[in-house]
């Protein structure tokens, strides 16, 4: 028996957004040695055209793509909702941009009056070179690359002429000045035209990307915006850094490849031109680099590479990795919906990855335990900076703990969980040395209870503590669990508490167990707190029994389990409700844990 002949046609797949905007972008650019009607027949296919619009507009590619979709597909960007949105989004950017160009204006213009060089990156000027039109492709930011010899008297002249700092944003010293100006590569202004980045070096990594200001100067052509004229990097300059930039940030808007694919379409009749490129990359050790670009470029755009040219290998393990490490980004809203930290960690593997010779790798290893964020939070002098760097996971822990974002209403309320441990940080430094030793204390005692409660079964170490499996009789202290078979060892303990010590001592390394409890980067909740304090109190001569207990939970759910402390029959630890806790046992590592 034969199925009908209808029956076994199956309809043309849905076009996904991403695959949509691309084939959109591939139109606008015209690059690509595709064929455009199948790029036609691929939008015709998309069905969720608000999908396509988003990614669009976070790619920051709503211009290019509407050039595309006007001038082949006109009635379906009409017939598709699409062209209003597109519209809005392109007006905005215009009108940024015009702005930027005022800005552009003045800030070059005072910096050559006060006979300060500067070069143009990317930005407006990029956008006349590439796309006949400054106001083509969407611009966050102006970029500005002076001497590092200049840095600070060019951003003397623009903080005198209306800018103001935004990063870095922490109070200075030449200790601090130093190590930030060896890991990060710009400074932020806000003024005329909006955002202005003033770069000492091309590169946050020297060892990445960058070349002598001197060499990028003198190799440096015009750009005209009419009537106004500024310097960009030469040809091969502008490659490399392009092609740098974007890796760094794992090409994570796709604004950037649409760039390095109009490149390369120009230089599809002159292969020497990409010829000469390729041999500065291959000087500078950016092969791995150069190879996942020319890939990125033939998949998303179709261009045409011209083959006559000397190409490193397209078919390198890094540069795959780093190909496909952007390419799963694209589709997905990881940049936004994960924060700068998402971001900074890819960018420490990109680099890792492109270009693993010594000094790169120790730079970006080093990266790691520099953060300027925690010398706004934690004014530590001079004399004490190094301690930044063994703070540095403690700080970064207790932010992840604490989340990414403080949600809008936060704002209003109590300050972010980073500022209040930067806050315990301060008072921990200002604290007399008893102090700060007893800190450490508790906090290597909590690990270590931590450490048994999570992964040892307590049958291993429930002899290291001194328990009361009874409840307490009314008036008076609570049994001991190590007294009951032990006549000598329950007169001692008798006798111990019969001269029941201060309980100022007791009180005093509770709080300081629970502020440590409350920093530390892991959970530490009331087992390992009344654990830790035991153990602390044991060390002064103190004796404490520590309690388990459980109770119903709402709605007739299953148990609640709780631990606390008590010290001559007072809770110093784990109290307030501890009454609506029966006591029981210890546990044999079955069930549950306290807490």
């Not at 905007?21 to 009607?37: H, K, N, S, T, W």
């Not at 315990?424 to 204390?441: D, G, Q, S, Y």
């Not at 008076?476 to 000598?488: C, K, L, N, Q």
């Amino acid at each position: 028996m034969h199925l009908p002949a209808e029956s076994s046609v199956m309809p043309p797949p849905v076009t996904a957004p991403l695959e949509g905007l691309l084939a959109g972008l591939r139109l606008g650019l015209g690059v690509g040695a595709g064929d455009p009607e199948a790029d036609l027949e691929a939008l015709s296919r998309v069905d969720d055209w608000n999908a396509v619009a988003a990614l669009a507009r976070r790619h920051r590619v709503a211009s290019l793509l509407l050039r595309g979709m006007q001038a082949r597909a006109t009635g379906l960007a009409s017939a598709s909702g699409i062209e209003p949105s597109l519209k809005r989004t392109r007006e905005r950017a215009v009108r940024h941009g015009l702005a930027q160009i005022a800005g552009l204006k003045r800030a070059t213009g005072l910096l050559a009056a006060a006979d300060i060089p500067c070069l143009v990156l990317k930005g407006l000027p990029l956008g006349q070179r590439l796309y006949g039109n400054p106001l083509a492709r969407s611009v966050r930011d102006i970029d500005l690359l002076v001497s590092p010899r200049t840095f600070q008297a060019a951003e003397r002249v623009l903080l005198e002429n209306g800018w103001r700092r935004i990063a870095p944003d922490f109070p200075e010293t030449p200790v601090r000045n130093r190590w930030y100006g060896r890991f990060r590569h710009d400074h932020k202004l806000a003024g005329p035209g909006g955002l202005l980045e003033l770069h000492r070096r091309l590169s946050y990594n020297p060892f990445y990307f960058d070349a002598p200001f001197e060499n990028l100067h003198a190799g440096s052509v015009p750009v005209e915006i009419h009537p106004l004229s500024f310097r960009v990097l030469g040809e091969e300059d502008e490659f490399a850094y392009l092609m740098c930039h974007g890796a760094g940030h794992y090409w994570k808007d796709l604004i950037w490849l649409c760039d390095m694919a109009a490149i390369l379409a120009s230089m599809y009749m002159e292969p020497e031109r990409l010829e000469r490129v390729s041999m500065r990359c291959r000087r500078d050790g950016l092969d791995s680099i150069l190879a996942s670009t020319l890939q990125l470029c033939e998949a998303a755009f179709h261009v045409r590479i011209p083959r006559g040219a000397a190409l490193p290998p397209t078919g390198g393990r890094r540069a795959a990795w780093i190909a496909g490490l952007s390419q799963r980004t694209w589709g997905d809203d990881d940049a936004t919906r994960l924060g700068g930290g998402f971001n900074w960690g890819r960018q420490r593997l990109i680099g890792l990855i492109a270009k693993p010779d010594s000094r790169t790798v120790l730079h970006e290893i080093a990266s790691v335990f520099v953060d300027p964020r925690d010398w706004r939070r934690l004014d530590l002098p001079d004399w004490l900076f190094y301690l930044y760097f063994p703070l540095r996971p403690l700080l970064r822990a207790t932010r992840r703990k604490g989340g990414r974002r403080a949600p809008p209403a936060a704002k209003t309320g109590a300050g972010p969980r980073f500022g209040k441990s930067a806050k315990a940080v301060r008072a921990f430094v200002r604290a007399p040395v008893a102090a700060k030793a007893m800190a450490l204390e508790a906090a290597l005692f909590l690990l270590a209870a931590r450490l048994l409660v999570a992964h040892v079964p307590m049958r291993h170490w429930r002899r290291w503590l001194v328990t009361a499996e009874e409840p307490a009789p009314a008036g008076g202290p609570p049994a001991d669990s190590h007294s009951a078979g032990d006549p000598e060892g329950a007169a001692s303990a008798g006798a111990h508490l019969a001269r029941a010590p201060p309980q100022r001592l007791p009180r005093r390394v509770a709080r300081i167990v629970r502020k440590a409890a409350h920093h530390v980067p892991f959970p530490a909740v009331c087992l390992p707190q009344a654990m830790a304090l035991q153990w602390m109190l044991r060390r002064r001569g103190v004796a404490s029994r520590l309690f388990f207990g459980a109770r119903r939970k709402a709605q007739d759910s299953g148990l609640d389990f709780h631990a606390w402390l008590t010290v001559g029959g007072e809770c110093v630890i784990g109290g307030g409700e501890v009454e609506t806790y029966a006591p029981l046992p210890p546990f044999d590592g079955i069930g549950p844990r306290p807490g």
